[in-house]
């Protein structure tokens, strides 16, 4: 569950797009050169380039941008 929060640091304001697209840019750079892609998912990490079907997209309908 996101919740929204008021920051007054300008710096930090935008702090959460960024990880976003971070995040985007490595499953993008992961899938493109079959490098593990490692994430927390239900308790354990688990690298996703392992997992059956190979799917990157944690989220339903992101497209990654």
Same mark, same amino acid.
């Given at each position: /569950? =996101?919740? =929204? ?5 300008? $710096? /930090?304001?935008? *702090? #959460? ?8 840019? *490595?499953?993008?750079? *992961? ?9 927390? =998912? $239900? #308790? ?10 190979? !799917?990157?997209?944690?989220?339903? #309908?992101? !497209?990654?941008?």
């Amino acid at each position: /569950m =996101k919740t =929204k929060s008021t920051v007054v640091d300008a $710096d /930090m304001s935008k *702090a #959460g797009q960024a990880l976003e697209r971070a995040a985007a840019r *490595a499953r993008q750079l *992961a899938e493109q050169t079959g490098t593990p892609l490692y994430v927390f =998912k $239900d #308790g354990r990490v688990v690298d996703l380039n392992r997992q059956p079907g190979g !799917s990157y997209m944690l989220r339903e #309908g992101r !497209s990654g941008k």
